[in-house]
């Protein structure tokens, strides 16, 4: 059964700062990673997603990388702002029929002032 | 183009009540899901369907039913609610394909007591 772990499960940090979310996941016989972000009260946003194929993905001050056979991903935040402060959750789709995320608990951000 | 609609967005039940959470897509999307997410939790799969008829069973579907009659809609029912039903409850959808964007829902804040 997949496993996704995401550590830590909550960080602050102040604005400005580089930081990297981690994703990590027990069975490398994926299709693709996908990173969301949660707002409070909110739904998920969709913000990455990589092939299994694929290294890495980057959108604006994000950037994703995948280490399938080591079963690792990483997002990565470029010079974070008080906006950012939200639930980021990691994903992953098997290889079986019905596209099924596999979600994990989630890393807490607050960037602060 | 309102993506995807849930209602109700908040509800308390009582104990053996039932009750329809309604989920409506635009977007002509073939796969649907219903999650759940508990308090510092990831997000569970609950059930799913690839096309209007077709419906299937995810991680956690006992005491819910779900129906797909029409592409746009997947309503989940609750029978004889309960304590542990107390969750959030999202609705998803993407076109079929690994490498596609999954929308989500805003949610349904369910407290049974």
């Known amino acids: 059964k997949q496993e996704v772990t995401q550590i830590p499960a909550a960080l602050s940090v102040p604005e400005g700062e580089n930081l990297v979310l981690n994703c990590s996941f027990t069975d490398s016989a994926i299709y693709n990673l996908q990173w969301f972000r949660q707002d409070p009260g909110k739904g998920l946003t969709s913000l990455l997603l990589?092939?299994?194929?694929?290294r890495e993905q980057t959108s604006g001050r994000l950037n994703a990388s995948l280490d399938k056979s080591s079963g690792r991903s990483t997002l990565y935040i470029a010079a974070s702002q008080p906006g950012d402060s939200a639930t980021y959750l990691c994903a992953v789709i098997i290889t079986g029929g019905g596209n099924k995320l596999t979600f994990g608990t989630g890393t807490q951000l607050k960037v602060e002032l | 183009n309102a993506g995807v609609t849930q209602t109700p967005k908040f509800r308390i039940l009582k104990i053996g009540q039932s009750m329809t959470l309604q989920c409506t897509q635009d977007m002509n999307h073939n796969y649907m899901y219903w999650y759940r997410q508990d308090p510092g939790m990831g997000l569970k799969l609950i059930y799913y369907?690839?096309?209007?008829?077709?419906?299937d069973k995810g991680e956690v579907p006992n005491g819910y039913n779900v129906s797909r009659s029409t592409t746009e809609d997947f309503p989940l029912r609750l029978e004889l609610a309960a304590p542990s039903q107390t969750s959030v409850y999202f609705c998803a959808s993407t076109y079929g394909g690994v490498g596609n964007t999954i929308y989500f829902g805003e949610g349904s804040w369910l407290t049974v007591v």
């Open positions: 990589i092939q299994s194929s694929q």
């Open positions: 369907s690839v096309g209007a008829g077709i419906t």
